[in-house]
């Protein structure tokens, strides 16, 4: 079966670091582009950072400078290293891929206490 599974969540004071991982197979990193997007309670889901297969990286406004989305070809892993997290980063965080596949991972939820 095709599938994203997403670890890596937990709840964090303001300031704090997590890191979440993404594992996928072989064929998706070779075929698809990752990235990471997150659902806050009452709100859409929205773009956070996106790992193409050539290496390129964007991310939103929201968290430049603080996150960083990188890979693991050896282990076909993405993470999300989150720095310097504020209360308005608490969402579920999702990994998704985009190309051949377009999946979707069951979700992480991140919350930050103020």
């Known amino acids: 079966q095709v599938q994203l599974v997403e670890s890596g969540g937990g709840l964090v004071q303001a300031g704090g670091s997590l890191r979440l991982s993404c594992a996928a197979t072989?064929?998706?990193?070779?075929?698809?582009?990752m990235g990471w997007y997150r659902q806050a309670p009452g709100k859409q889901r929205e773009f956070v950072a996106r790992l193409t297969r050539d290496g390129s990286t964007n991310y939103a406004d929201s968290v430049k400078g603080r996150f960083t989305i990188s890979r693991d070809n050896a282990k076909f892993t993405v993470y999300l290293q989150m720095n310097s997290l504020k209360p308005e980063d608490t969402a579920v965080y999702y990994c998704?891929?985009?190309?051949?596949?377009?999946?979707w991972g069951q979700g992480t939820q991140v919350t930050v206490s103020s």
């Open positions: 998704n891929s985009q190309g051949a596949y377009n999946l």
């Open positions: 072989r064929t998706i990193f070779r075929l698809d582009h």
